[in-house]
């Protein structure tokens, strides 16, 4: 049976050399390894949801659920790539998802719809703030590449939490 690889254990011959310092490096890369395995949490959590839809609702959520975790999934590669730039290694499988995670997994057979979209907004905001807490690290190592990311997926995850918040909204306001 192989050895599970440690995303911290960096093989010399996948060390990219960087110019931030390494200590630093290493706090970035595993905050960004939290937030990849955030983000596959988020991008299985809104699927689910999305597969799971139901109600008088049910096409305008499942379209909008789809388009979301679209997005979502759309930040994966880009993460994990940054990681490997820094020099760090990356996830290898889903058990290091399931380690690192810190949007939780709604395993329920019937979840109402108001409440999925509650959920989804939750964890969106909760994303947010752990990117905007990514970027403050990635400011004070002068990783302004990674930052940069960081800014416009803020920016996106922001605006799926928002959409979440106002769908919801037109069903209480609606009765």
Not at 150 to 160: F, G, Q
Request: aromatic share 6%; hydrophobic share 45%.
């Amino acid at each position: 049976m192989a050895a599970h690889a440690k995303t911290t254990d960096v093989p010399k011959a996948l060390a990219t050399p960087i110019d931030i310092g390494g200590n630093a490096v290493a706090g970035v890369v595993a905050e960004l390894n939290k937030l990849l395995a955030d983000t596959f949490a988020l991008y299985m959590k809104t699927k689910n949801f999305h597969w799971h839809m139901s109600g008088r609702h049910f096409r305008d959520y499942h379209l909008l659920l789809d388009e979301q975790s679209d997005q979502i999934f759309a930040m994966t590669d880009p993460l994990a790539e940054r990681v490997r730039k820094l020099g760090g290694l990356t996830l290898h499988g889903t058990g290091e998802v399931h380690k690192l995670q810190r949007i939780k997994d709604n395993d329920a057979a019937y979840v109402a719809p108001a409440e999925m979209l509650a959920e989804l907004r939750r964890d969106n905001t909760a994303m947010a703030k752990a990117m905007r807490e990514a970027h403050e690290m990635c400011d004070e190592a002068k990783d302004i590449a990674t930052a940069s990311l960081l800014e416009n997926w803020i920016d996106e995850t922001e605006r799926r939490a928002w959409f979440l918040f106002e769908s919801a909204e037109s069903d209480h306001a609606a009765g």
